[in-house]
């Protein structure tokens, strides 16, 4: 069970973490769109973009896809710009209307996953088992992604309900800020 805990606190620290801005600001404009009433389509959302995730790093850690450490971390900003910018021609928030999020999350979870695939890659031996240690870490990533949700949909709850921020201006300066820091992060992070 060390093992387990060991994988498990990694990939909440790979969520919960001051230097996972770039996790953080997924999650936020993956979010941003929904309302606390919506939390079971988030939670579909969130554990989409855990499998998406999840297969890279499996697929990576046994060497069955490598992609290039400095355009995956171009990629993941990119995602960030493209589900923000997705947010902002959003006119009909209908569950109906936003399915597309989920093949949206499971996508951009597998370029995500591929940001963590050479850290643990090196971690696990050749000849370890690589169930648990995944299966730990990617229950630490969904119990910490879910944390972050649920932190934003009480906010969106606050900030429109209560404050009476109509629901577009709030998906506007989520979308807006994540796409600011994503864009910045995509110049820092230039593929050359």
Known sequence: MDDFTF????GWHHIINAEALDHLMFITA?????????WRQVL???TAFTIGHSLTLALSTYDVIRIHAGLVEFLIPLTIAITAVFNLFQKDFSPKKLRLNYFLALFFGLIH???FANTIRFMLAKEQHIALPLFGFNVGLEAGQIVVV????LMA???ISKIGIPRRVWVYILS???LGVAL???VQRWPL
Not at 30 to 38: F, H, M, R, V
């Open 30 to 38: 993956l979010s941003a769109i929904y309302l606390l009433s919506n």
């Open 44 to 46: 579909i959302l969130v």
């Open 7 to 10: 994988y498990f606190s990694l």
């Open 113 to 115: 996953g591929m940001g």
């Open 176 to 178: 807006v800020s994540s």
């Open 157 to 159: 709850y606050f900030a």
């Open 184 to 186: 910045y992060m995509c």
């Open 150 to 153: 649920i932190l934003i949909l």
